[in-house]
């Protein structure tokens, strides 16, 4: 069989508890929420894809021995620490100081720039944090066996098998919040409030990242 080729045990336990760190809320639940009530179906899923594709990154990363270099590495490690909290500051305090209107009057000028810009918003928020980087470093190896000859293609099945739950999760997620959330996207006041939501959550987001320590 592969996985036992590969040297991956206890797969369904991997599945299990990738499921359940998916399913608890967090900083990405509630930024593809925000983006599914400013922009619908479409922005939900712009931000759920950005962010699996930045854990896609980690876990190519934790595969060919990056996140391991990052962790033994105080430089390195500070280099994206300091990298990641800017990006997130500034990217709050933008939004923060940003004008939101309602969706029927946004999507007169067309969104595509709009969807493109959460798309990387998502994938940068987790590329930049090495604090993910560590998760998948710390969370993969315990499903592969030591003496195992093929770890990078281990890594590699286990982070793609956590990525496909985690996306399946995130677009149901976007698909639900977008549904419940029709009326309240055509009301300026509440989309308003919705972007300093989200601004506040990536300002808190930077701060966190800024006060990561290095192991």
Same mark, same amino acid.
Not at 2 to 9: N, P, R
Not at 27 to 39: F, K
Not at 93 to 109: D, F, G, K
């Given at each position: ?48 894809? /950005?962010?699996?594709?930045? !854990? ?39 939004? *923060? ?9 946004? %999507?007169?000028? /067309? ?5 493109? @810009?959460?798309?990387?918003?998502? $994938?940068?928020?987790?590329? *930049? ?27 590699? %099945? *286990? ?10 999760? !995130?677009? /149901?997620?976007? $698909?639900?919040?977008?549904? $419940? %959330? ?17 601004? /506040? ?6 701060? @966190? ?7």
């Amino acid at each position: 069989m592969m996985v036992e080729t590969l040297g991956i045990h206890e797969l369904w336990l991997f599945i299990l508890s990738g499921l359940l760190l998916n399913i608890t809320p967090g900083p990405d639940t509630a930024y593809i929420i925000g983006r599914s009530i400013q922009l619908g179906w479409r922005g939900g899923a712009a931000a759920a894809i /950005g962010i699996c594709c930045g !854990c896609l990154v980690h876990v190519f990363g934790a595969a060919i021995g990056l996140s391991a270099l990052l962790m033994a590495s105080s430089a390195a490690f500070t280099v994206l620490k300091w990298a990641g909290a800017a990006y997130l500051l500034f990217t709050g305090v933008q939004m *923060l100081l940003s004008h939101s209107r309602p969706l029927a009057e946004a %999507a007169l000028e /067309g969104n595509e720039a709009s969807l493109s @810009r959460v798309f990387w918003q998502g $994938a940068l928020t987790n590329v *930049l944090n090495p604090k993910v980087a560590l998760f998948f470093l710390a969370f993969l190896p315990q499903f592969v066996a030591a003496d195992s000859g093929h770890k990078t293609l281990a890594f590699l %099945a *286990l982070g793609m098998i956590f990525i496909f739950n985690g996306t399946l999760w !995130c677009l /149901g997620v976007a $698909a639900f919040a977008a549904r $419940a %959330a029709r009326r309240i996207r055509q009301s300026a006041n509440v989309m308003a409030w919705i972007n300093r939501v989200l601004g /506040g959550l990536f300002v808190y987001l930077g701060i @966190r990242v800024a006060m990561l320590e290095a192991r």
